[in-house]
């Protein structure tokens, strides 16, 4: 019975390191399973006309403007968010496997 108990703890925490480690050891904080691509060609999105002549023009674009900072805002909210939700259900298992090591112990 003890010797299963060790095999639990170890299991369990061989599985919680696994689960905090990213995909990509160059990218710690990344948190998909996708492999993060730190930059993407034009030429990778979009295949419509040349974009050479445009140049800064569309920094003039005051609607423009917002709709960067709105989406730069949304997307820096979905990461609090991530964060939150890959890290209660860790701290919910450390707790689980604390109360199951109490109520084990208690019964031995």
């Known amino acids: 019975m003890r010797c299963w108990s060790i095999a639990v703890a170890v299991a369990m925490e ?4 696994g689960i905090s480690l990213a995909a990509d050891p160059r ?3 990344w ?3 996708q492999i993060k691509v730190p930059e993407i060609s ?3 999105v979009w295949t419509g006309p040349s974009i050479d002549d445009v140049g800064n023009a569309w920094e ?3 609607t ?3 709709r960067v900072e709105w989406d730069t805002r949304i997307f820096e909210e979905r990461r609090k968010t991530m964060n939150f939700v890959c890290e209660v259900p860790v701290l919910i298992e450390h707790r689980l496997f604390a109360l199951a090591r109490a109520i084990q112990q208690s019964l031995e």
């Open 60 to 62: 003039e674009g005051a």
């Open 42 to 44: 034009v030429a990778a």
């Open 31 to 33: 948190p998909c399973n």
């Open 14 to 17: 061989l599985a919680l390191r």
């Open 64 to 66: 423009l403007t917002d």
């Open 27 to 29: 990218f710690p904080d």
